[in-house]
């Protein structure tokens, strides 16, 4: 599968903004679907993830703030950002995982698209 993430850019704090991840080359609804982020001098963590069934789970500091979703007509994955704040400033990358033989996961990335929130 190939990703294409989208809709980065520049946000006021408290603003929105809405990430978009376009998938190709394989069925998109036999994935699970993922962001995550990298801030400068930071490890890449997980922001949100939607299973198959369309289950979702959240890292603390996003809860209550950004959504996850995702149109498997459109094979496409959503992020919707709401009320940001500067320490969500991060290139933000698109997953897909499945799960592979012997219990192994197979995982796929996007390019990354930059947010900074300005505040």
């Known amino acids: 599968v190939q990703l294409q993430a989208s809709g980065g850019g520049l946000v006021q704090a408290g603003g929105s903004l809405r990430l978009s991840c376009a998938a190709s080359?394989?069925?998109?609804?036999?994935?699970?679907m993922g962001w995550y982020r990298q801030a400068p001098g930071k490890q890449r963590e997980l922001v949100a993830s939607i299973t198959r069934d369309g289950s979702t789970d959240y890292a603390d500091s996003v809860k209550g703030r950004f959504t996850i979703s995702r149109d498997n007509a459109k094979n496409t994955v959503y992020l919707q950002m709401n009320s940001p704040k500067s320490e969500d400033t991060a290139v933000y990358y698109c997953n897909a995982n499945r799960p592979g033989f012997g219990g192994r996961t197979h995982h796929y990335w996007g390019q990354g698209t930059q947010v900074t929130v300005s505040s």
């Open positions: 080359g394989s069925s998109f609804s036999i994935y699970a």
